[in-house]
């Protein structure tokens, strides 16, 4: 048996700005609406991960999402130019990742990273 896909449920009293929210800020795609439920979707295919932590390395608190994108410098410069707060700053960690952390319109804590190369 294999897991074919993990799906983020996040509950939102509105579900308009949080779609515009991820769509902008990470070029998503609308994929299912029903109004109740918006589905986006990149078109990449992405491994099946799930992590497990009591902390979120370097200090910071264990977010509730972490996204990996290909050019972390792009949607870092996207999310100030959209006027998102950015609460832990874009840092090169000591294990190999390029990151930063933003709260999406809920209350999530987002963890935006690339592998550095």
Do not use: C
Not at 20 to 28: E, G, K, R, T, V
Not at 36 to 55: F, P, Y
Not at 111 to 116: F, G, P, Q, R, T
Request: hydrophobic letters at 45%.
């Amino acid at each position: 048996m294999s897991v074919k896909r993990i799906v983020s449920n996040i509950a939102a009293n509105s579900v308009v700005p949080v779609k515009q929210f991820y769509a902008d800020l990470f070029d998503l795609n609308v994929v299912m609406d029903l109004e109740w439920i918006v589905t986006l979707a990149s078109g990449e295919t992405a491994l099946t991960q799930v992590a497990i932590a009591s902390e979120g390395g370097s200090g910071t608190p264990v977010p509730d999402l972490s996204i990996e994108v290909e050019d972390v410098d792009t949607v870092y410069r996207r999310a100030k130019d959209l006027g998102h707060a950015i609460e832990y700053e874009l840092t090169d960690e000591p294990w190999g990742v390029r990151r930063f952390y933003l709260f999406d319109p809920t209350g999530k804590l987002l963890n935006v990273l690339s592998h550095k190369s």
